[in-house]
């Protein structure tokens, strides 16, 4: 059966290139057969090219050619020789316009030995022309901050039991799901993100990239008209990059970030390997590849000798507990902005008749696989250098109120020193009384609505609980006055430790049953009777916790701290110093912390946080 091009729907997976002239798909075609003839000598695999006519297509200014050949390999489970084959049907298509390229593998290996030729540095075949997509092309062309779908992060931090050499983070947009304090010790190695540029179809897609494999991925076509319109949208989204006709992509700013000038990487004192097979689910590597990946990564042991004051360094390789010898690495940076690692043999220290030593040396010259730490506070990792920088992360979800009327550092109504509970919302200037009038939109014009119970006391869920019915939300807030009410009142650090802690403490009341358990334990105290409807004062907490009983898992979650100590003039005043740094500023980066803090336990949950300071601006 001879194949057409229109029977075929290729998987969009490819890896891409440029050429600093056109680009001609017959000559790589003819390269890439070379290397299908000729098996390297230790593969156990046969790979042979079917005697069918070349598939070839031309539209307009996109040329493609395509491959089919069939491999033959005994199954990893397999020891009784050659007598079971798995046999497999793979493609190559090659897909050209102008001077950039995809070429789609079905065959992970055949990819990573094209891979491999093309980015030696002496070439004089047919793949002389061709240089691999670098990684900042590769992100300003396919990847978007908006919509974050999945991450595959790798940790530069000092190994620890505690936290993991790499994760995989999934959701509707990660940005925001980042930890600004924890996740500043990762970087991405690969991430799907809807596009910025293109559309398929009127719709945008989520698009896969590997920006150090010179890769990306997007998933089925369907049919093979399909693949070749896409292929092109895809080739023209790559010139925009090279060509520097769109802005250049700048990662997520809590994760690590790469670097080029190696010039204060110093001190190396750990290596791992981490090889891609066990991360990335879009590496559909052989089962003998994958035990090979799980081998070294699990059973090798790498102990670094004799760090240097650069990048360099010698390590000592153990496998399963056998020492092999001692491996130098050295590193430079090239001009085309890609690093160089350098793997030799320590001549004195090297056992060559060792089973694993030819292995051993391949396997730790892999620049994709290798990982080092250094004391310089940089990591090297999926072959290039990359710096930790702990930044101070501004806390901005804060709500601004208008509090004219009201006093900024009383509480709640007291009289003579006594909690008086009936005065909540009357004629009283304390905050309770602010939150039960105006509650949920706090504005001098706002209007109390949906059920609102005030629980302060020993073993509180909340000051004050609110419940929206549509759209279902519940709410806890946490009310704190400032020690000072003076205009020009600093900020203090000291004003929110207590009551943030307690919004932490308490955020498992979002639960409805526990919250409505926690509830009833306490019904017959006077607090009880605290508790409006749309601003009306009912007999108890009955009704309340009848709604809470029927509302569906879907209901949003919500943590409130209000506390008056911060004013949004002197917020915005510290804003504006820009990078100068100030006594003030510094207990303001303090305050982020520990907002931040709180922020992530109650995204932990799946609840938003906020803080509410004093809008003391004009127009308020």
Known sequence: MALRHQDLAPYLSASVFKSAENISVESIRTGIKALLQ??????????????????????????????????QRVPAWFKGGSEILDKYNHLVVIVARLRTCLICFTDNALRDRVMARISAEAQDDAFSSLKRLLPREINTAFVSNEEIKTLWLNGIHRRSAVRPDAKVLAGSNLESALNPLSDQSFYFSSIRSASKNIEFDNIKPVIGASSRNSRIWIGPTGDWTTFVKRSRMLLEQVNLAITNEISTYQPPPVLAQSKLDIGNVADAYDM?????????????????????????????????????????????????????????????????????????????????????????????????????????????????????????????????????????????????????????????????????????????????????????????????????????????????????????????????????????????????????????????????????????????????????????????????VLQPRVRKGSFDALNQLGEQVTAEKKRMRQLDSLLFGAKLDCMAVGAEFYVIGEDDSAAA
């Open 272 to 560: 791992a390997l981490v090889p891609p097979e066990l991360l990335d689910t879009d590496y559909n590597s052989s089962d003998a590849s994958k035990a090979l990946a799980q081998r070294w990564a699990y059973e090798g042991k790498f102990e670094i000798t004799n760090n240097k004051s650069n990048a360099d360094f010698d390590v000592v390789v153990t496998l399963a507990g056998s020492r092999i010898g001692k491996l130098h690495y050295a590193f430079e940076v090239r001009n085309n902005d890609e690093i160089k690692m350098q793997v030799s043999t320590v001549e004195s220290d090297w056992d060559d008749d060792h089973p694993d030593a030819e292995e051993a040396l391949k396997i730790c010259s892999r620049k994709d696989w290798v990982t080092v730490y250094y004391d310089s506070g940089d990591a090297f990792s999926r072959g290039q250098f990359y710096q930790m920088q702990f930044r101070d992360m501004p806390f901005d979800d804060w709500e601004w109120v208008n509090m004219n009327g009201f006093d900024v550092s009383k509480e709640k109504p007291m009289d003579d020193g006594k909690f008086v509970i009936d005065n909540i919302g009357k004629d009283d200037d304390s905050l309770f009384t602010l939150v039960a009038k105006r509650w949920p939109g706090l504005t001098p014009d706002s209007t109390a609505q949906g059920w609102l119970i005030c629980d302060d006391g020993a073993m509180e869920s909340a000051d004050f609980i609110h419940l929206n019915e549509q759209p279902p939300c519940l709410s806890l807030i946490h009310v704190k006055g400032s020690k000072s009410k003076k205009d020009e009142r600093s900020v203090s650090v000291a004003d929110y430790e207590v009551v943030v802690g307690q919004a932490v403490k308490n955020i498992r009341h979002l639960d409805a049953d526990l919250l409505a358990e926690k509830l009833n334990s306490n019904a017959g105290n006077k607090i009880a009777t605290a508790i409006w409807h749309n601003g009306i004062k009912q007999d108890n907490r009955a009704a309340f916790i009848e709604k809470l009983k029927t509302i569906s898992a879907n209901y949003n979650r919500k943590v409130y």
């Open 38 to 71: 000729n098996n390297p000598a230790h593969s156990s695999t046969k790979k042979t090219v079917k005697n069918l006519p070349d598939i070839n297509h031309s539209n307009d200014d996109v040329n493609i050619a395509c491959i089919h050949y069939l491999e």
